[in-house]
């Protein structure tokens, strides 16, 4: 099983979530993530090529693809070109905050359920954990 989150890039909340059976791509599910109203769209190197397919040709966002760690390796160290590909990386390591939470705090490396749906909901469940946990501060002020 695979979890796929939509996460702002301001506060680093979830916004949306989606479960998939493990053999399915991860390129695939990016339009239920995707709320409409985005301006920029910050990914791994696994989405290259994403602003091409059908569902997303009439979308107006920028697409913050990263290259793959091979383009990446032979750029020079400070180069424009490295210093915008740890932009990115920077920016997409707040995706993986909520994965740390609900797999490490939370505990849920392993599915307990048989079955997508119960699973799915069990992830719902952590992702508003993780949310709140996120905002804590703001929401105590």
């Not at 695939?28 to 409409?36: F, N």
């Not at 994403?50 to 990263?66: A, F, K, L, V, Y």
């Not at 909520?98 to 799915?120: A, E, S």
Request: charged fraction near 30%; proline fraction near 2%; aromatic fraction near 8%.
């Amino acid at each position: 099983m695979k979890l796929h989150i939509g996460v702002d890039d301001s506060f680093g909340l979830i916004h949306s979530l989606t479960t998939t059976a493990a053999n399915e791509h991860d390129i695939v599910v990016t339009d239920r993530l995707l709320h409409g109203e985005e301006e920029q769209v910050w990914s791994d190197a696994g989405y290259q090529g994403i602003e091409e397919r059908d569902e997303h040709e009439d979308r107006e966002m920028e697409w913050n693809i990263s290259v793959r760690t091979g383009k990446r390796k032979q750029m020079r160290p400070g180069s424009p070109e490295a210093r915008l590909e740890k932009t990115k990386a920077q920016v997409r390591a707040m995706v993986e905050h909520p994965f740390l939470w609900i797999k490490k705090i939370f505990g849920y490396c392993k599915v307990r359920y048989r079955g997508l749906y119960k699973n799915t909901n069990r992830l719902y469940l952590l992702s508003g954990f993780s949310n709140l946990i996120k905002m804590k501060t703001v929401l105590l002020a």
